[in-house]
């Protein structure tokens, strides 16, 4: 849906005295961390919040889980699957690869990143991470 969105800003776009050409920004879910098991580990308080979501249960950003399956069905899975599909999760250089791709893939002037990590140090070490590799990122 994110590149249907972005073809039909572009294919419609109309300059303006404000913004000549199209300027699209994307944003995404970024969970970093030292190792990809880690990552995946503290990605799953953002999975157990959209399943809470989906289950008409919202409320606070639950702390990560050593075994998700063991909170979902199949179908819940497939719907968080889809709902945080485009999230990139991992250490250092799965994050600068994942960055790097939806860059290239979007061709977006901006990424904006979101990161619902449930322990305070643990979300600025992920912040801390996509910062070192921003300056990586090149658009193509």
């Not at 990560?64 to 945080?84: M, S």
Request: net charge negative.
């Amino acid at each position: 849906m994110l590149f249907q969105a972005l073809n039909v800003y572009r294919e419609n776009f109309k300059p303006s005295e404000q913004c000549q050409q199209p300027h699209a920004m994307v944003c995404v879910n970024v969970v970093a961390a030292d190792s990809d098991q880690n990552a995946r580990f503290l990605f799953t308080s953002m999975q157990q919040q959209f399943i809470n979501l989906r289950r008409g249960s919202p409320g606070p950003l639950p702390p990560p889980v050593d075994n998700i399956h063991a909170l979902w069905t199949a179908g819940e899975q497939y719907g968080v699957d889809q709902a945080l599909g485009m999230s990139i999760v991992g250490s250092e250089s799965t994050i600068r690869h994942g960055l790097q791709s939806l860059l290239r893939e979007t061709d977006a002037d901006e990424i904006m990143v979101n990161g619902q990590i449930f322990d305070h140090q643990a979300r600025l070490r992920s912040f801390e991470i996509v910062a070192g590799v921003k300056g990586d990122l090149v658009k193509e």
